[in-house]
């Protein structure tokens, strides 16, 4: 006999904006009714009783842009996010190798060269070679696009000063020549091994090399995490082999605790063509939904496009492709009939996307594809204007104003108080949809709100105070809207009739308690399709 449930006790937000309700009934992993306590009660033929003691039922929140597999093994790896300075970052190191087995890689992640008292320089190989002189020592950067590296992994590598540099990658060279250790975007496919994954110039290489039975760990690892922070749906924005095999040896172990759509790097278009995949394919749990592209670098590794010059140390970032070729890949995902989602921060990347998106559409007209720029750090006011008459929809990560706002202010000047303007998407019409971009933030849904709502960075100050929302619009960023961005609105997203039963159960409500408060709420409970998890 199928489960009954009604969950009742405490205040429901069935959809951003209508009123709480007092229950709801499910059966199986559906809802059935959402209401009051009798109309549920009367619908039911005999259920158990989930008592939400006070605290707030929410649907399960949906984070359109993740990495989980990273994620995890970022977590696994030493933490380097509040480092202060090098040495902080050499003790760190020191400390967590003494756990590493002789002859394996020392890896850290989440170092922020802004924030260590260097004048914005990052680690070198010679800092990290007072970690280790005999094993590799690898610290990848809190953007996740690249690494700094120690002299013996730099020579197990082969990246020397005649190791010419990537199209779309940077390798930062001293006077003689020699590489420093910093190791970026494209030219991370240098670190991967001759036997690891390559992705070329279509964005950067996370892949450094692990055994099936340790990605295992760390996939698992990522969706607790996930899971402990309300979250029950992603969208996992860079899928290669690693990934993809990953997700299936985890369902096929009945292991997943997530509904995943996959967006399949560009690098593997030609693949897709071949096996003919021309639409998603996969089910409620794991789904193939659309195709990941790149166009410049990382905003909070000042290596986004922007080549204003500006501030003192300002980089111009770099293209991964120029126009005809990018514009060229973007038609290809999209003659397939795939959902695309690019990396676009600075203002020609974006226009490159947009003008990409026009030119397929002309070409070969679809309907409600919901094409995605993924961040779109710095838009004008023009470019919103054409995203939304294109219904372009663009995915920011309103918590990186917080971490990351004063650095980026450094690097891109007052471009930055437009960066990742949720507000303004709102004033054009375009949905506003939130997310993480995990594990460059982790996983905290209620800091994103507070994020959005107040543009505050972790200093306390504010950086362009009109690109923020009200709270319900953030909230409906990370549900509904979420939803849509996955093309998944009709199954999750709010609590309705018919819909899958993912819920966040969490101690107060986001809309109500005092704005501040906001960052503290606890997930008290994660449900999925009518069962907890986490």
Known sequence: MTLEQIFTGGPIRPVVGAPRVEAVLTRGDRIVAVGSLADCEAQSTGHELVDLAGHTMLPGFVDAHTHPLMLGQCASWADLTGAASVDEVVKILREHGNDVPDGESIRGFGYDHHKLGSNDSHPTAADLDRVSETDPVEIMHASGHGYVVNSVSLSNAGITAATPTPDGGRIDRGDDGEPTGVIFDSACDLLTGPDGVKIE???????????????????????????????????????????????????????????????????????????????????DLLRIAGVKLYTDGALTAGMAYVPCGCPTNHRPGRLYHDEVEFTELLGAAHELGFQTGTHAQGPEAIQMVIDAI?????????????????????????????????????????????????????????????????????????????????????????????????????????????????????????????????????????????????????????????????????????????????
């Open 358 to 534: 026009a030119a397929a559409q002309r070409r070969s007209p679809r309907r409600d594809v919901r094409h995605r720029i993924e961040h779109c750090g710095f838009p004008s006011e023009d470019q919103i204007a054409e995203m939304a008459r294109h219904e372009i929809l663009p995915v920011p990560q309103p918590t990186h104003v917080y971490q990351y706002g004063e650095g980026a202010r450094r690097d891109y000047g007052e471009i930055t108080e437009g960066m990742y303007p949720s507000g303004r998407f709102a004033a054009a019409g375009i949905p506003v949809v939130l997310s993480s971009d995990v594990p460059v933030s982790m996983p905290d849904v209620f800091l994103a709100m507070w994020a959005a709502v107040t543009r505050r960075t972790a200093s306390g100050k504010v950086i362009g105070p009109e690109c923020a929302v009200d709270r319900l619009t953030a909230l409906a960023g990370y549900t509904i809207e979420g939803a849509r961005a996955l093309h998944r609105e009709h199954v999750v997203g709010s609590i309705e009739p018919g819909k899958l039963a993912d819920f966040a159960i969490v101690d107060r409500d986001p809309i109500t308690c005092d704005l501040d408060d906001v960052p503290d709420i606890g997930v008290v409970q994660t449900w999925l399709a009518g069962a907890p998890v986490g």
């Open 201 to 283: 110039n279509h964005g950067p290489n996370l892949h450094l090399p692990e055994e099936a039975e340790t990605l295992d760990r760390m996939l698992l690892l990522g969706q607790q995490m996930l899971n402990e922070a309300g979250i029950t749906s992603v969208g996992d924005c860079q899928v290669t082999e690693r990934e993809m095999t990953n997700w299936l040896r985890c369902r096929d172990h009945g292991r997943l605790s997530l509904r995943v759509s996959m967006m399949i790097l560009s690098s593997h278009l030609p693949h897709l063509r071949r096996l003919g995949l021309s639409a998603t394919l996969g089910d």
